[in-house]
């Protein structure tokens, strides 16, 4: 069965710092993967998405992604943390003509 | 504006009853999705419908239903036969269904917090 994975429950980081957030999947073929963001009390945005190609995606506020088919990582990073990043989020893989699965979340603290 | 309406954004039951969860979208999208989050789980598939008059069950379908009468609209009813339903729900949309969703982004709405007294 297909699974997503977030090793970390909790991401802490000080401002202006770079910061990772970790995500690793297990799934067969080639699967298509995204990151979200949850701020509080909202719904779920959409920040990148892996298909094909180039191995290091950038998405919206600055983060960017980078697929590695040999550790099945797609870990989320931002060169410089803003406090504003605070929030919940969220690694997804959408199988081809399987369901699309979540992993169970990192939150992340960006603290001034 | 083009997005996705939930309503309530609180909602309280007492235990025994049904409620409904309303979703509404006026992205044009033929797929809508609910899911519901539950503290360190991420979200879980409840329904999906890949068309209008259409929906499959998802992952945690039992205790609730849903209806698709419309494309913009895809309510989702948390039955009394529900053991646990106190959670945060979502809802969302994608241009296609599952099936053809190679690549498409799901859009989510703000989602609704159930709470059962």
């Known amino acids: 069965a297909q699974s997503v994975a977030q090793p970390e429950d909790q991401v802490n980081v000080a401002e202006g710092n770079p910061l990772t957030v970790k995500c690793t999947y297990s799934?067969?073929?080639?699967?298509?993967l995204f990151w979200y963001v949850q701020y509080p009390n909202r719904g779920l945005q959409f920040l990148l998405k892996?298909?094909?190609?180039?191995?290091l995606v950038k998405g919206s506020y600055g983060f960017e992604a980078e697929f590695n088919k040999s550790q099945t990582s797609f870990h989320l990073k931002k060169p410089s943390a803003l406090v504003s990043d605070s929030a919940l989020y969220f690694c997804?893989?959408?199988?081809?003509?399987?369901?699309?699965?979540f992993g169970p979340g990192t939150r992340l603290s960006v603290l001034p | 504006d083009g997005g996705i309406t939930q309503s309530p954004k609180y909602l309280f039951r007492k235990e025994g009853q049904n409620v409904t969860l309303s979703c509404e979208q006026n992205?044009?999208?033929?797929?809508m999705y609910w899911y519901r989050q539950d503290p360190g789980q991420g979200l879980r598939l409840i329904y999906y419908?890949?068309?209008?008059?259409?929906?499959q069950k998802g992952d945690i379908a039992e205790g609730y239903s849903v209806s698709r009468e419309k494309k913009e609209s895809f309510p989702l009813t948390v039955t009394s036969a529900q053991k646990n339903p106190t959670a945060f729900y979502l809802c969302?949309?994608?241009?296609?269904?599952?099936?053809?969703?190679?690549?498409?982004?799901?859009?989510f709405g703000p989602g609704t917090r159930l709470t059962v007294l």
């Open positions: 969302a949309s994608s241009p296609e269904g599952l099936a053809g969703a190679i690549t498409d982004t799901q859009y």
């Open positions: 799934v067969s073929g080639n699967p298509y």
């Open positions: 892996y298909i094909t190609g180039d191995n």
């Open positions: 997804a893989v959408d199988n081809y003509g399987q369901n699309f699965v």
């Open positions: 992205l044009n999208h033929d797929a």
């Open positions: 419908s890949q068309i209008v008059n259409d929906f």
